[in-house]
């Protein structure tokens, strides 16, 4: 059985549920970078530009969170 929530415009489309919260951090297109370059490499130690900018916009997603909540 299907969750409602993943179900998206047809049928063969479900987000998953780590790229709908990637998404509300506006990092999304980073981390697409990270996992292209692993894939190209096949070593995450030569992908270390794009580890490090996706690191930055998940940090500063955490700070603006946690600004909220004060």
Known sequence: MTN???VTQGDDDIEDPVE???KK???I???YQVQECIAETQDWR???DQVQKFKV???E???KQAN???
Do not use: A, N, S
């Open 61 to 63: 997603y955490q700070k």
């Open 68 to 70: 909220e909540y004060k």
């Open 25 to 27: 951090t506006g990092c």
């Open 29 to 31: 297109e980073l981390h």
């Open 20 to 22: 709908r919260m990637l």
């Open 4 to 6: 409602p929530e993943e």
């Open 46 to 48: 030569k992908c270390q």
């Open 57 to 59: 916009c998940m940090g």
